[in-house]
């Protein structure tokens, strides 16, 4: 033990002489903070001989103060240019991160939440529940083989996707409008979920039933959003009505073939159409939109299949028994300059008998709002 006490008082004192060689005036690490009080002047710095000294000027002067206010009325601030935005922006796009999808708002969760709320109105959907103070929506039960009169089942039926059957099936949307990540935005969010009709399923599930349908609702909203915002109103259904009368006139082309001729973009065209194939009891059997085309059916109506397989039926599953469409003709919109073209073929580039494609370009004239 007292070896050890021994070396320890040594290295101690070893330290204690040390800290004069480290920390010291003449130390390594000295205290340099009153060094400036012993610095001497040293003389100007000269330039060498044969050398010319370069005389430092202003490179920016300040002007004169300027006296009187006559001569400060003869400058004129020009006026700044005007912030101008795209009109090809929108204020709504759909994001996806993963398997979450929602549509984006350039407004806050207050500015977006009237016409996030009037687009079930527009499309006549009913709404269980609303929070307007939580930004929530609840739509009541839709039957998407039976309620085929209504907007938003004809849009979403299609994409409740092959090999899912909607007979007997009721489904229902929840909505919600959120802050988005940066200030003055919003998300808006839709959840699915499905059961028998009839039935006493009433909770929501963590994710949508029908990740299908959950996009379809997306996209048809961030579409009705954005043509609300561009048209300057807040409803895109009611704007569908000016695509009646003086602005739907029945023509025709070079060539002697029918067209019905639409003032409106392509969106509100093709929404148009199909509310009037519906009205004018037209059977629809498949649609294209990113092609612009409704297969229809003109040896049956649509009011006749409620007995047996029809649209949906031939959309998500054709029977056994079916008969297939002897006659099938594409009703096809088509992007012009002025508006959107619509034309009857017998298939791909052959036009339709010109009677028959005139009579029915009339019926769907006629039942456009």
């Known amino acids: 033990m007292k070896p050890v006490l021994g070396a320890l008082s040594v290295v101690l004192l070893g330290s204690l002489g040390g800290c004069g060689y480290i920390y010291g005036e003449d130390g390594f690490f000295r205290d340099r903070g009153s060094d400036y009080q012993a610095a001497q002047i040293q003389p100007r710095m000269t330039v060498p001989d044969g050398v010319e000294s370069k005389q430092v000027g202003d490179l920016l002067p300040v002007p004169g103060q300027i006296a009187g206010s006559e001569e400060y009325s ?72 039976t309620q085929t009169d209504n907007p938003l089942v004809r849009r979403i039926a299609p994409a409740v996707g092959e090999g899912r059957s909607v007979r007997d099936q009721e489904h229902r949307f929840r909505m919600r409008v959120e802050p988005g990540v940066q200030a003055g935005t919003s998300e808006i969010f839709i959840l699915h979920t499905s059961r028998s009709q009839g039935g006493d399923r009433d909770e929501w599930p963590e994710t949508s039933d029908n990740r299908n349908l959950e996009r379809s609702v997306l996209a048809e909203m961030e579409s009705y959003l954005s043509q609300s915002r561009t048209d300057g109103s807040s409803s895109l259904v009611a704007a569908q009505r000016g695509v009646g009368g003086q602005q739907a006139t029945l023509g025709q082309d070079g060539a002697g073939n029918a067209v019905l001729n639409l003032q409106a973009d392509f969106n509100r065209s093709w929404a148009a159409i199909g509310d ?61 300059s002025n508006g959107v073209q619509v034309t009857v073929e017998q298939g791909i580039e052959t036009a339709a008998d010109t009677t028959e494609a005139r009579a029915l370009l009339t019926r769907i004239r006629d039942n456009l709002i």
């Open 276 to 336: 009037a194939l519906g009205r004018a009891d037209v059977l629809v059997t498949d649609l294209d939109r990113s092609s612009g085309v409704y297969y229809v059916d003109l040896d049956r109506t649509a009011s006749s299949q409620t007995e047996k397989p029809g649209f949906f039926g031939r959309l998500f599953g054709r029977g056994d028994n079916d008969e297939p469409v002897d006659r099938p003709l594409q009703v096809r919109l088509t992007q012009v």
């Open 74 to 145: 003869k400058f004129n601030m020009p006026r700044p240019q005007a912030m101008q935005v795209s009109a090809d922006a929108s204020q709504f796009s759909l994001q996806q991160n993963g398997s979450i999808r929602w549509v984006h708002a350039q407004l806050a969760p207050a500015d977006a939440w009237p016409a996030v709320r009037q687009f079930w109105n527009d499309y006549q959907v009913p709404v269980a529940s609303e929070n307007a103070s939580l930004g929530e929506v609840q739509t009541g039960w839709l039957a998407l083989d």
